[in-house]
């Protein structure tokens, strides 16, 4: 089997040794869901229950989530349970009759954009919306090539898989499809990032139409988060300047950085000081429950939406609906983006310490509660260990602090959160982690 970072790092490979009811519903799971199914860690875990930023497995033990940003407002989050609850004993069906509730928050989300993006179009999943989107680029710019990073990934529908590199050679890219190096902060000059980026996506543009595909998008995580985490804000400025020059629309995917994740705003375009021709988002939005979305500068859209009757039964139903609402209320009403941006500060600053007397965490980088760590075998050449880095992940989960990797080389420490993670989860987590960085060392 191909190796694929997104999936096949940090997978169970079956060669550790489990005990005998974890290994039976292994077993159970490999015969009814499947191969292709991936699970967690060298030792697999089985949980049953969660609060706030923590997790308890079927033997009682309790657990540090330092991972998950689908439980953005923290596992069984009580105002999401009562919104869930109360909407699933009124009504829950399709969009094709009237309903206030995703009139009442299609209002509220849409507030928290730059006064451009007004349109909103509801899917269950991030994958469908970053389908949609690029289907509304296309009839709009007229085109079909698109462009990702080289480790990008966008979703598992046919369009968007072969839009998202990271799946690995059993997913080949579309000839339509070209792909450019994510603006590695760690190893470029940060004073020339934002121009070597923007030209990277010029050479791409020129490659695609060179082969007869006409531009169409340049869709990207604004945190590059499957790419390995890269912040730096000066660096989708001139790439969009560049996209627009050549008639396409830039989608910005904010499935991972989006609803206040990097603390300096709602959405991780912000932080660069552009405005999206289209915007995804998913994972977080429901608090798991199914929900996503593609937002719109409403003259993109038009020309999708003149030509294209769209529905989606799940999409925006009642009960999604309210638990959206319930999550976006969070955030809002208890300053979550604040608190990500308070405890995230403070985490990075005592990871940098640590670093100073551990050379091997070669890079800590990110912003709000989304932090990568860049694990080297020499912090003069920059060499990645992705060794050192699965060991740390695995020794982490021995621990029970679950965190896990991302990037090219599988070398880089995704550290991720609920955005509820305390001060006091901050102490438990560094309290493990140094005590795992000084055993390796």
């Not at 730059?114 to 949609?132: F, H, K, Q, R, V």
């Not at 995580?221 to 560049?242: C, K, N, Q, R, T």
């Not at 209320?329 to 600053?349: F, K, M, T, Y």
């Amino acid at each position: 089997m191909a190796f694929s970072t997104i999936m096949d790092s940090n997978s169970y490979t079956g060669g550790e040794e489990l005990d005998p009811t974890t290994d039976a519903m292994v077993e159970k799971r490999r015969s009814t869901l499947g191969p292709s199914y991936r699970l967690f860690y060298n030792r697999p875990v089985h949980l049953v229950k969660g609060a706030g930023a923590h997790l308890y497995d079927a033997d009682g033990n309790k657990y540090l989530d330092a991972y998950n940003n689908v439980a953005s407002v923290g596992h069984c989050n009580p105002r999401v349970i009562e919104a869930v609850t109360r909407q699933m004993s009124e009504l829950n069906t399709h969009t094709r009759y009237l309903h206030g509730g995703i009139l009442d928050y299609s209002e509220q989300l849409l507030a928290t954009f730059p006064a451009e993006i007004s349109s909103i179009m509801y899917t269950c999943t991030g994958s469908e919306a970053n389908d949609l989107a690029v289907r509304v680029a296309e009839q709009y710019s007229g085109g079909t090539g698109v462009i990702v990073t080289a480790e990008a990934y966008h979703g598992n529908s046919a369009l968007i898989s072969a839009m998202s590199p990271s799946l690995g050679v059993g997913v080949p890219l579309g000839a339509n499809v070209r792909t450019v190096p994510a603006p590695d902060s760690y190893r470029i000059d940060p004073a020339v990032l934002g121009r070597w980026f923007a030209d990277q996506i010029s050479a791409a543009i020129a490659d695609l139409e060179r082969h007869g595909h006409k531009f169409s998008a340049l869709l990207l995580d604004s945190i590059f988060s499957s790419d390995g985490i890269y912040v730096d804000p000066s660096v989708l400025g001139p790439a969009v300047e560049v996209v627009h020059r050549a008639g396409g629309v830039f989608i910005a995917d904010e499935v991972q950085p989006g609803f206040s994740r990097t603390g300096e705003a709602m959405w991780g375009f912000q932080r660069h000081g552009v405005v999206p021709d289209l915007v995804t988002m998913g994972k977080p939005m429901g608090n798991g429950i199914p929900v996503a979305a593609m937002a719109a500068r409403p003259e993109i859209l038009d020309a999708f939406a003149r030509e294209t009757p769209y529905f989606n039964t799940f999409g925006g139903n009642p009960v999604s609906m309210a638990a959206a609402q319930a999550v976006l209320d969070v955030i809002q009403g208890d300053g979550l983006a604040e608190h990500a941006a308070a405890v995230g500060d403070q985490w990075r600053s005592e990871l940098r310490v640590l670093a100073k007397e551990y050379p091997f965490l070669g890079d800590i980088r990110g912003t709000g509660l989304y932090t990568g760590i860049e694990i080297v075998t020499d912090p003069d050449t920059k060499e990645h260990d992705r060794g050192t880095a699965q060991r740390i992940v695995d020794m982490m989960r021995d621990n029970r602090v679950l965190i896990s990797v991302c990037g090219g080389h599988g070398n880089i420490l995704k550290v991720r959160p609920p955005l509820v993670f305390s001060m006091s989860d901050l102490d438990w987590f560094m309290t493990v982690f140094s005590a795992v960085v000084k055993e390796i060392a």
